[in-house]
């Protein structure tokens, strides 16, 4: 009697691939949604503008190296220091170093801002991010992260991770000596399963989204029984890919 689960699914064609793609793109252009003011953007642009309201102050970017030629840092006009660091070495990165580890490269509280664009997924311990991060912050400091509730699985085998609003939640509050001050996924898909099952239908119909920011005060210290004394190499044997 054959398993109600193939170990290995039908193929999709070369021909019934194409005219997916095909339909797909075709919805793509004819929905147009214009997410230049979604909210995933305008949250970065109230970190930026938080930054402009203030004395200059320092800024750490985590996870900086140049990638798909973005390069954050044109975006702040107003800072005493603004330092980029990356676990490799590469345009726009000032520190080689593990965001696990923060605090061994920098002085405590002394960054005003901290940012991340398009990292936490790739983090193994965001929990223990977020402990290190609030170390380094100065109290009453911003910090935003920009990752993806949906996203294809990239630069593995270090993608680990999807957030939701409710995550945030759990990883900055005051406990870990923050308070979240706006959070809103955005950037609009849809999710288009190919197959049959009973689980899957309506699916597509269902609301899902490609990013999520957070903007997030540091109001004091974590506390001190969170604590993951764990080194990434305890855990993985893989490295983040160079390239």
């Known amino acids: 009697m054959m398993s109600e689960f193939s170990e290995h699914p039908t193929p999709i064609g070369p021909e019934k691939l194409h005219a997916a793609f095909a339909l797909f793109e ?13 909210p995933y953007h305008k949250i970065f642009r109230s970190f930026i503008a938080e930054t402009e309201r203030r004395p200059a102050g320092r800024i750490l970017e985590v996870g ?12 702040f006009r107003n800072y005493k220091e603004y330092v ?11 520190v ?15 960054f005003d801002f901290v940012y991340s664009v398009s990292t936490f997924e790739h983090l193994a311990m965001p929990w223990k991010a977020v402990l290190e991060i609030n170390k380094v912050m100065a109290t009453g400091g911003w910090l935003y ?43 609009p898909c849809a999710i288009v399963p190919f197959g049959h099952e ?20 540091k109001i004091g210290p974590s506390d001190r029984r969170l604590a993951w004394d764990v080194d990434v190499s305890e855990i993985l044997e893989t490295t983040y890919p160079s390239s």
């Open 26 to 38: 075709a919805a793509r252009t004819l929905i147009g949604l214009d997410t230049s003011q979604d």
């Open 64 to 75: 900086s190296r140049a990638r798909s030629g973005n390069i954050y840092k044109g975006g």
């Open 84 to 94: 980029g660091l990356d676990i490799i070495e590469g345009e726009n990165v000032d």
């Open 96 to 110: 080689v170093g593990e965001i696990h580890q923060l605090s061994k490269y920098f002085d405590v509280e002394s």
């Open 145 to 187: 992260i920009g990752t993806h509730p949906c996203w294809p699985a990239h630069e593995r085998p270090w993608d680990f991770w999807r957030f939701s609003e409710e995550g945030f939640q759990v990883l900055l509050n005051r406990m870990t000596g923050f308070e979240i001050v706006e959070c809103s996924a955005g950037l």
């Open 198 to 217: 009973e689980s899957m239908k309506g699916l597509c119909e269902q609301p899902a989204n490609l990013g999520i920011s957070v903007i997030a005060k």
